[in-house]
């Protein structure tokens, strides 16, 4: 299963408008996109509540998953957003 380690640029984390527009866009990906901390339990990236939960934090380096058709451009696209400082703008 392809897999990116990404480090979060949002100086508030994955939480309330960071963790919104990731959700968005994992939503609109071609399969199912996974986030995890390490060691922690991964959650779906679409889901806003789960992002929120993982309590990923400023510099935090997150592992996203995907299997499947897609699964290298959607990984691709997610890394992007999470590697962006989503508070800016």
């Given at each position: ?32 996109v996974?986030?995890?901390k390490?060691?922690g339990?991964p959650?779906e ?17 997150v ?12 990984l ?12 800016e703008?």
């Open positions: 299963m392809p897999e990116r380690r990404v480090t979060v640029a949002s100086k508030v984390g994955l939480h309330a408008r960071p963790a919104a527009v990731l959700a968005k866009a994992a939503a609109g990906q071609p399969v199912a996974t986030i995890r390490d060691g339990e959650v990236a679409k889901s806003v509540l789960g992002l929120m939960t993982l309590g990923a934090m400023h510099g935090d380096e592992v996203l998953s995907a299997e499947g058709d897609g699964a290298e451009s959607a691709d696209a997610i890394a992007e957003i999470i590697s962006t400082d989503l508070d703008g």
